[in-house]
C-alpha cells in the first residue's frame, strides 16, 4: 500500500526530537553507564551504532570499545511498546542462555524510562561485540567460476555453508522448546519459562508506527491458547489496516485488489492451519532472526546474535517455514523488483533446498545425543503446499 506521509512525518519528528535530547545527554549517559557497571576507569563516547528500532552509544574504556548502552528509538518503535518491547526481550534473552548455546552478548544492567539518564527510555547496558552483520558479509561480492558474484548466491560456497550450519543449529536448538500459548515468555514464581503475556510482535509495531490512527486498542490484550484464533487475530489486524490506513491506494483496482486479498487471506486459515497432535502448537519465532542481526568474524564464526524484540510463542507453523531471507530481501521486495510470484519461487528454491540438506545433517549430528524433533520435515512439507507463503503473508502488511 501507499505511504501514510502523516505517519511518516510524525515518526521522523519523534525520532529527530528525542535523537537531539540523546546527543545532549550523551556525558551524562556515559557517567550513568560508568557508575551503573561499578567501573573505575573513567570511560568515553566512542560512536554511535544504529538499527531499524535501536541505537547504542559505544562506551569506550582505555580507548577501546567496551560496552554498548542501547536505547530504543522512539517514532521507529511504537511509544506506547517502548517498555514492554525491552521486558519481553530480557526475558527471552535469560530464556535463550539456559536453554540454547547460541551466542549472546553478556547483557549487565538494565532498566525503565524512570531508571535511565535524563530519563531518555528504557536502555539496556551490554558487551560489545567485535565483527559484522552477517548480511553484509553473504551480500560481499566474491570470486567464482562464473564471475563475481554475492555470496550467498554462490550455493557452493563452503563459507555459506558454514554459516548456514551455525543457523539451523540455532533454529533446532529454539525448536526443542514448547509452550501452551501465543504470548510473551516469562519466568513463572516456579522458575518455569512460561507465556503470561500478549503477543508483541514487529507487525504490531509497523502498524502502530506507519499508520496514523492505527487503533491500537484493537490488538490483543493477552495471551492466545488458540492457534486457529491467532490466526484470526492477525487477519482482522490486516483488515483494519486496511480501513484506517491514510491514502492507501492510488486506483479503484488497487482498493479491490488489497480488499480481496485479505479477505481471501482470513479465509484460508483453515486450509493452512497445522494441527499436528504431536507436537507442542506453539514455539518460538522471530520474523526477524535474520543474518541481519547476526555478527561474526572474517571465517563467517558467528559471535553473537543480537536484537531480540519481538520474539514471541507462535503457532508453530510459523517456525516451519524456510528462512525467508536465503536471498537476502525480503519476498515483497523481490516482487518490488518486477519478479512475479513464480519467478521468485525459482529464485528461492535451490537455496530452500540447500538449506534444508544443512538442516538434515544438524539434525543428524544431534540424534547421536539423544531424541531430537526434527524440524527439516516440517520445513520442507510448508514450502511444499504453500504453507511458507500463507505463513509470510500473515506477517506482513
Known amino acids: 500500500m501507499l505511504c501514510d506521509d502523516l505517519a511518516l512525518d510524525y515518526a521522523d519528528r519523534t525520532y529527530e526530537d528525542w535523537k537531539r535530547k540523546l546527543d545532549a545527554a550523551k556525558e551524562a549517559i556515559i557517567q550513568f553507564v560508568t557508575k551503573r557497571l561499578k567501573s573505575h576507569v573513567a570511560g568515553e563516547f566512542g560512536g554511535y551504532l544504529e538499527g531499524s528500532y535501536n541505537i547504542c552509544l559505544i562506551f569506550k574504556v582505555s580507548a577501546k570499545p567496551t560496552y554498548v548502552i542501547r536505547f530504543s528509538k522512539p517514532g521507529l518503535t511504537a511509544v506506547c511498546f517502548i517498555e514492554e518491547k525491552v521486558r519481553n526481550e530480557i526475558q527471552i534473552v535469560s530464556l535463550l542462555r539456559e536453554k540454547t548455546t547460541i551466542p549472546l552478548p553478556t547483557i549487565y544492567t538494565w532498566g ?23 548480511m553484509e558479509a553473504l551480500k560481499q561480492p566474491t570470486e567464482t567460476k562464473d564471475g563475481k558474484v554475492d555470496l550467498w548466491k554462490d550455493l557452493g560456497d563452503s563459507r555459506v555453508v558454514h554459516a548456514y550450519t551455525q543457523i539451523a543449529d540455532y533454529l533446532l536448538q529454539i525448536y526443542q522448546l514448547d509452550f501452551s500459548a501465543a504470548g510473551s515468555i516469562s519466568r513463572s514464581h516456579t522458575r518455569d519459562w512460561v507465556v503470561t503475556e500478549r503477543p508483541l510482535t514487529d507487525h504490531m509495531n509497523s502498524l502502530a508506527t506507519d499508520v496514523s490512527n492505527c487503533p491500537t486498542q484493537l490488538f490483543p490484550t493477552s495471551c492466545c491458547s488458540s492457534p486457529r484464533m491467532y490466526f484470526r487475530q492477525l487477519a482482522d489486524q490486516h483488515l483494519n489496516h486496511l480501513h484506517t490506513h491514510r491514502n492507501a491506494v492510488g486506483n479503484l483496482e488497487d482498493a479491490r485488489r488489497y480488499f480481496i486479498a485479505r479477505h481471501r487471506l482470513k479465509q484460508s486459515i483453515d486450509r493452512f492451519l497445522y494441527t499436528n497432535n504431536n507436537t507442542s502448537p506453539f514455539k518460538i519465532y522471530c520474523y526477524d532472526f535474520c543474518p541481519s542481526n547476526m555478527i561474526v568474524d572474517g571465517d563467517l ?13 507462535l503457532p508453530a507453523q510459523f517456525a516451519h517455514g524456510p528462512p525467508w531471507w536465503l536471498t537476502s530481501l525480503q519476498p515483497d521486495e523481490w516482487i518490488d523488483r518486477g519478479f512475479d510470484f513464480e519467478a521468485l519461487k525459482s529464485r528461492l528454491e535451490p537455496h530452500v533446498e540447500q538449506f534444508l540438506q544443512v538442516m538434515e545433517k544438524v539434525e543428524k549430528e544431534k540424534a547421536t545425543d539423544g531424541p531430537v524433533a526434527l524440524l527439516s520435515v516440517p520445513m520442507r512439507d510448508s514450502w511444499i503446499s504453500g504453507g511458507f507463503w500463507f505463513n509470510l503473508a500473515m506477517n506482513d502488511s
Open 112 to 134: 525503565m524510562t524512570d531508571d535511565s539518564p535524563s530519563q531518555i527510555g528504557p536502555f539496556i547496558i551490554m558487551e560489545y561485540i567485535e565483527g559484522r552483520r552477517l
Open 301 to 313: 564464526n558467528i559471535k553473537a546474535v543480537v536484537d531480540f524484540e519481538f520474539w514471541n510463542a
